[in-house]
């Protein structure tokens, strides 16, 4: 069982900046993934961007450029750097862990941009 715990969702004007941060804990092991996903009100659930434990990326297209995912030294935290915000950026935003088979969930940190 892991457990994720996120911090520095708030309010921001549009070209503003946030940076995300989620910790990880419980049993975890060194082969895992860590990531942010959004959730607009009315839409799904979608993939903003994942790091692997070995340092691989993935990024949604519609950050490239402006988000940075990044992870700690201890590999049990990831941080998300969100720069030029947009106010379609408003969303609430859950950090995700997954290893084997499994996937963590954290309870969400909610992102407001305003224009």
């Known amino acids: 069982q892991v457990q994720l715990v996120e911090s520095g969702g708030g309010l921001v004007q549009a070209g503003g900046s946030l940076r995300l941060s989620c910790a990880a804990s419980g049993t975890i092991i060194s082969i895992n993934v860590m990531g942010w996903y959004r959730q607009a009100p009315g839409k799904q659930r979608e993939l903003v961007a994942t790091?692997?434990?070995?340092?691989?990326?993935n990024y949604a297209e519609f950050v490239k450029g402006r988000f940075t995912i990044s992870r700690g030294n201890a590999k049990n935290t990831v941080y998300l750097q969100m720069n030029s915000l947009k106010p379609e950026d408003t969303a609430v935003y859950y950090c995700a862990h997954f290893q084997r088979l499994t996937s963590s969930w954290g309870q969400g940190t909610q992102v407001t941009v305003s224009s």
């Open positions: 790091m692997a434990s070995g340092g691989t990326t």
